[in-house]
């Protein structure tokens, strides 16, 4: 089935294929679980049963910072988990989230009256907290932060809405660019990395922005129906009444503007994911930084001036995605991905959006210096009447072989 979405895209049909065969190179993780103790294998079942989209990078990394990576995941999706929760009362949830980071050093503490569909994280806190307690102090200091300060920027949210474009960089800083800041400075602490990554907060802030910004603008359709509002007002109040009036179909042009313009708003963390990326050192890191960045702009991609966002949920093809996984491990594979996606951007510009000026300027980060607007988008591979040939050709070949044996 996923072959079929792809025949338009050989270059994909070739990653697919290739993933079934040998997975993805690079995420191919050495790591065996047999070798674990029980706990440590629970939480590596938690992290699976709990994240799609970050369960293969994390356990691609190498050893030691790997368990701490995963535990601090474990230990934000229980936060966020009780951010989500509509049904627990806000005179339980604020106390709840402002503690948060205490509980990490209550051996015996976790929370059962979740309805949530990650509440497995919270129902078992007590195993992820004393996972948490035999990490590193360095590592354990680095996790305990982050959670206080998301927790306490989450209940600053929780009854108020996003208003202005620096009320929304200020929640995406809490819930997504605080693990960016976390995260590089659990890879200085692991020694893999220099001490520019964990120091340049600014820069790390950046790469959990523009992967929030993303789900939040991919995410309309789902939030707008659980009746969660995360676009800020400041954008859309310049094209309806409400954010809930973008889905009515009446409206579809100025929704579609709105969208543009946070697309566009969301593009100009690329410069400082550029940035980052090119101060990785260590094979395994780059790969986990560089992978979700990938499926972002390819994400955003998609959503750019797409009317499919106000009636459905737009995804990128499996095909596409693991392409992106399989291939994002070099500075100059970024580079040829990021022109790639920019570029086709810059070509669905409509010339009367509002916005068309300041997005011309984003995708031009984007696609840098040395690159040309055109030119990107002619894949290396063979094109599509190759391929049309070579199925021919399959397709034929036993009649020929038939036809050459009975031959004299
Ligand atoms: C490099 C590699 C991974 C990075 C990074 C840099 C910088 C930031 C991030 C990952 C975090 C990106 C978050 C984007 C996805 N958003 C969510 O999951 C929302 O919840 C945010 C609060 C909990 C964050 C949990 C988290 C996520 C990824 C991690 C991690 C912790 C720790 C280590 C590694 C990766 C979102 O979730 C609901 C949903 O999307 O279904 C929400 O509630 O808004
Ligand atoms: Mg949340």
């Known amino acids: 089935m996923e072959l079929l979405r792809s025949w338009n895209h050989p270059d994909e049909i070739w990653a697919l294929l290739k993933f079934k065969l040998v997975g993805c190179s690079a995420i191919n993780s050495q790591c065996d679980l047999t070798l674990m103790s029980s706990d440590m294998r629970t939480c590596y079942e938690y992290l699976r049963l709990t994240s799609r989209s970050f369960c293969a990078v994390i356990m691609a990394l190498d050893e030691d910072l790997r368990y701490a990576v995963c535990i601090y995941y474990l230990v934000l999706r ?33 929370y059962t009256q979740s309805k949530e569909k990650d509440r497995v994280v919270l129902e078992n806190f007590n195993i992820i907290s004393s996972e948490f307690r035999n990490l590193a102090p360095v590592f354990q200091s680095v996790i305990a932060d982050s959670c206080r300060e998301m927790g306490y920027g989450m209940t600053v949210f929780l009854d108020a809405k996003i208003d202005t474009y620096d009320q929304w960089d200020e929640y995406c800083h809490y819930v997504a660019g605080l693990v960016g800041i976390g995260l590089s400075k659990l890879f200085t602490a692991s020694g893999l990395e220099n001490t520019v990554v964990g120091q340049d907060e600014a820069i790390s802030n950046s790469m959990g922005l523009f992967l929030q910004k993303t789900n939040i603008i991919r995410d309309y359709y789902e939030d707008i129906l659980q009746k969660r509002l995360f676009w800020p007002k400041q954008a859309w109040i310049k094209y309806g009444n409400s954010l809930e009036s973008l889905k009515d179909p009446r409206n579809l042009n100025n929704a579609v503007a709105c969208l543009n313009e946070l697309v566009t708003d969301a593009l100009k963390h690329i410069p400082d994911v550029l940035t980052y990326l090119s101060r990785i050192r260590n094979q395994s890191v780059f790969n986990f930084c560089a992978i979700p960045q990938m499926m972002a702009i390819a994400t955003l991609e998609r959503c750019y001036n797409n009317p499919h966002v106000f009636r459905k949920n737009v995804k990128i093809r499996k095909g596409a995605a693991v392409r992106l996984m399989d291939q994002s491990t070099s500075m100059l594979a970024i580079r040829n991905f990021m022109n790639h996606f920019c570029t086709k951007i810059y070509n669905r510009i409509p010339p009367i959006d509002p916005n068309a000026g300041r997005t011309r300027t984003a995708v031009s980060y984007g696609i840098g210096p040395g690159y040309s607007l055109v030119r990107s988008d002619q894949s290396l591979l063979p094109g599509k009447t190759f391929y049309f040939a070579l199925f021919a050709a399959l397709l034929i070949a036993p009649w020929i072989r038939r036809a050459i044996t009975k031959m004299p």
Do not use: G
Request: no cysteine; aromatic share 10%.
């Open 78 to 110: 229980a936060l966020d988990t009780v951010e989500d929760d509509m049904t627990i009362p806000v005179d339980e949830k604020i106390p709840l989230l402002k503690a948060f980071h205490e509980k990490l050093y209550e051996p015996d503490w976790h």
